[in-house]
């Protein structure tokens, strides 16, 4: 993967997320047509991982969004596989722990400075996307970091 389609790449998560897209949704869209999955498709299959997973706060969408990126790359088939999903699982803990080590936590409710699970779960409801949200959110700057990091790990398999 060549430098100026990273940068398109991470420009395409960004830009899903500032169209009103949920960390994960914006990530995953973002790669989609690497693995023959259209944008609709990849953005429904991402949809339930904002918010932390359904707004509860936990795993980081756009961390949840590498790990099913990496699924779809290079994830086994066959259930009996262990060596495949072995090899699988290592290449998830690598890149999320290159995500923690730049962004200080996989957890959503840490990343937005939410303390206690209590006071980060406290509604189903979307949040609305406003001037005031983007300034005070940053979740951009996680959808960026995820989407270079993903594309970096592509861009060294080649």
């Keep these: 993967m060549e430098e100026q389609e990273i940068d398109k790449r991470v420009e395409r998560a960004v830009e899903n ?19 023959g999955l259209d944008d609709n498709l990849a953005k429904k299959i991402a949809a339930g ?23 779809l790359d290079c994830g086994q088939t066959e259930g009996s596989d262990r060596e495949g999903k072995s090899a699988c699982y290592k290449v998830v803990q690598d890149l999320l722990a290159q995500s923690k080590q730049e962004n200080g936590s996989l957890i959503c409710a840490e990343i937005l400075g939410l303390k206690g699970y209590e006071k980060a779960v406290n509604s189903y409801q979307a949040s609305p996307r406003t001037a005031e949200y983007y300034k005070t959110r940053p979740c951009a700057a ?17």
């Design 17 to 35: 997320f500032m169209a009103g897209y949920g960390c994960c949704q914006s990530v995953v869209a973002a790669f989609a047509d690497l693995y």
């Design 142 to 158: 996680k959808v960026e970091s995820a989407a270079r990091i993903f594309a970096e790990y592509l861009k060294k398999k080649d």
């Design 49 to 71: 991982f904002g918010g932390g997973v359904g707004r509860m706060r936990m795993m980081c969408g756009a961390v949840s969004g590498i790990v099913m990126l990496t699924g």
